[in-house]
């Protein structure tokens, strides 16, 4: 798992609280993602970035904020989540452009406890 | 609306049997496919993929199959093994852009 790398692996918050979930990519890749991952749904993609711009946001409510410094770092920011916003969250990333650029890499996941 | 969809959550098999995980797609626009391997605690892994212009690919032990006729996606595993334990996943690409479309996931499970 050293190609995507997520931290933590593990968050508990309160609905009030403001936290973020970090993921890099030592890939070398240029698009990354975030996904949801709950017990009774699929995998549901919430943001892409390509070359740093979001170029998707899956009616993703605004208390999820990503930010994308460089092609190697994703970051989520939380704020007054929800109980129902327990999830995996999974950070993946693929190379825009080349042949197998669908293929995507997908790190460890944070799991996420909203209280 | 249009989705991918998989046959069945569970699936149990014999060690050293073959596995069959199916997954059905409805867009005929869908150009790329993929197979995932989750296992507990990880994310999703790279399987084998396959694209549109194709009707069978080969990896080690795996084998996809694609139909396009009744849009119909299949995964073989052979000589399945306890490590093939897992949740799979098929995805497809059917918007423009880089973006994949999940399956609900079946369950693999080996017994010894």
Known sequence: ETGVTQTPRHLVMGMTNKKSLKCEQHLGHNAMYWYKQSAKKPLELMFVYNFKEQTENNSVPSRFSPECPNSSHLFLHLHTLQPEDSALYLCASSLAGAVSSYEQYFGPGTRLTVT | GESVGLHLPTLSVQEGDNSIINCAYSNSASDYFIWYKQESGKGP??????????????????????????????????????????????????????????GGGTRVLVKP
Do not use: W
């Not at chain 2, 694209?51 to 069978?56: A, E, H, L, P, Y």
């Not at chain 2, 093994?81 to 852009?97: L, T």
């Open chain 2, 45 to 102: 892994q790279f399987i084998i993929d396959i694209r549109s212009n194709m009707d069978k690919r080969q990896g080690q032990r795996v084998t996809v199959l694609l139909n396009k006729t009744v849009k119909h996606l299949s995964l073989q595993i052979a000589a399945t093994q306890p490590g093939d334990s897992a949740v799979y996943f098929c995805a497809e690409n059917r918007a423009a852009g880089n973006k994949l479309t999940f």
